[in-house]
């Protein structure tokens, strides 16, 4: 996988303590991490704690995003794609599972040996198949 796709599997990762435990290619990073960011930032985006994130709280949090000194680059980053890839369902509204599911399985995609772990090496290779 290429860095930026390790971006995109990563894409629910927040800003603060838990990104900053989140450094591509500096460490292994589990699965059960990816998902504790995914429900983090997803809690972040459902402005009005329905249970789901609209199209409008989407919005809100892309422009909140793009007004940060980083303007959401590396790991904070929600590409404008993020809703309708994760509306899986097509009902208009992104849910918890729906938000998670996308980076866990990108995430599977990575973890070649199925343990729950994206090892260096696992991302290294990763990185020379995915372009």
Same mark, same amino acid.
């Given at each position: 996988?290429?860095?930026?796709?390790?971006?995109?599997?990563? *894409? @629910?990762?927040?800003?603060?303590? =838990?990104? @900053? /435990?989140?450094?591509?290619?500096?460490?292994? &990073?589990?699965?059960?991490?990816?998902?504790?960011?995914?429900? !983090? /930032? #997803?809690?972040?985006?459902?402005?009005?704690?329905?249970?789901?994130?609209?199209? *409008?709280?989407?919005?809100?949090?892309?422009?909140?995003?793009?007004?940060?000194? +980083?303007?959401?680059?590396?790991?904070?980053? &929600?590409?404008?794609?993020?809703?309708?890839?994760?509306?899986? +369902?097509? $009902?208009?509204?992104?849910?918890? !599972?729906?938000? &998670?599911?996308?980076?866990?399985?990108?995430?599977?995609? !990575? $973890?070649?040996?199925? +343990?729950?772990? =994206?090892?260096?090496?696992?991302? /290294?290779? !990763?990185?020379? #198949?995915?372009?």
């Amino acid at each position: 996988m290429t860095r930026l796709f390790f971006v995109a599997l990563l *894409s @629910a990762a927040l800003t603060g303590p =838990a990104l @900053a /435990q989140l450094q591509l290619g500096e460490r292994p &990073i589990k699965r059960t991490e990816v998902a504790a960011v995914a429900k !983090a /930032q #997803f809690a972040e985006m459902d402005a009005d704690k329905d249970g789901s994130v609209s199209p *409008s709280e989407f919005e809100r949090y892309r422009a909140k995003q793009n007004a940060g000194p +980083d303007q959401g680059r590396g790991l904070t980053h &929600i590409g404008r794609s993020w809703f309708d890839k994760c509306d899986t +369902d097509g $009902d208009g509204r992104v849910s918890v !599972a729906e938000a &998670i599911a996308r980076p866990l399985g990108l995430f599977d995609m !990575a $973890d070649a040996d199925g +343990d729950g772990v =994206a090892s260096l090496a696992e991302q /290294q290779l !990763a990185s020379i #198949f995915i372009k």
